[in-house]
């Protein structure tokens, strides 16, 4: 129940293009997804996240979408660039007991071609 | 603004020593950092949070006595890793949340590579 999935494992674009990836949860305490960028060798950067009394939210070329019926959101990376190449994580945070404890998908390996 | 960092960035140990892992908030105070584990091309699990003035909580199956948390100040926690095995070389990467900032927002560090001989 604690899990977030994420999908795809791998995604290739072509510079100027439209990158989605998606994830999925369970766990209905959940109220927070953040969505990290992780260069090799670095630790990960946050990106953009959303509690769930919206639908979307966009930050520059990044947009959260999220549907909370189906328990899924996702990331959007409008105008994708080379340099957009890195692993993306998205993650879920609960409060309560669990506050600040971050469950992170499995990443995706995003590489973008010029 | 909230920047952590980590230290050593990198660091090669033999079988049977202790490695100690220092994280700091450079531009604000944390009273909850957390430690996560990461393996080339996984993603992160988290290993224990740690309180400032108190014990930290561990995951379980994390070794509490394997990996030590220690959280001195609202700036600085350590991570020890003692009797180090070769399964325990891995990417260690610390986060923290802005005290009082109620945002949930995490920083991470840039992550320390502990490779075990």
């Known amino acids: 129940q604690q899990q977030v999935k994420q999908s795809p494992q791998s995604l290739i674009v072509q510079k100027g293009g439209i990158s989605i990836i998606n994830c999925a949860y369970e766990?209905?305490?959940?109220?927070?997804f953040p969505w990290y960028q992780q260069f090799p060798g670095k630790g990960p950067a946050l990106l953009i996240a959303?509690?769930?009394?919206?639908s979307e939210k966009k930050e520059g070329r990044f947009t959260i979408s999220f549907n909370k019926s189906a328990k899924q959101f996702s990331l959007h990376i409008m105008d994708s660039q080379p340099g957009d190449s890195a692993t993306y994580f998205c993650?879920?945070?609960?409060?309560?007991?669990?506050?600040?404890?971050?469950?992170f998908g499995q990443g995706t390996i995003l590489t973008v071609h010029p | 603004g909230a920047v952590v960092s980590q230290h050593p960035s990198w660091v090669i140990c033999k079988s049977g020593t202790s490695v100690k892992i220092e994280c700091r908030s450079l531009d604000f105070q944390a009273t909850t950092m957390f430690w996560y584990r990461q393996f080339p091309k996984q993603s992160l699990m988290l290993m224990a949070t740690s309180n400032e003035g108190s014990k930290a909580t561990y995951e379980q199956g994390v070794e509490k006595d394997k990996f030590l948390i220690n959280h001195a100040s609202l700036t600085l926690s350590t991570l020890t890793v003692t009797s180090a095995h070769p399964e325990d070389s891995s990417f260690y990467i610390c986060?923290?949340?802005?005290?009082?900032?109620?945002?949930?927002?995490?920083?991470f560090g840039p992550g320390t590579r502990l490779t075990v001989t």
């Open positions: 993650a879920a945070n609960a409060g309560g007991t669990s506050y600040g404890k971050l469950t």
């Open positions: 959303i509690r769930p009394d919206v």
């Open positions: 986060s923290a949340e802005p005290r009082d900032s109620g945002t949930y927002e995490q920083y």
């Open positions: 766990n209905t305490a959940f109220d927070y």
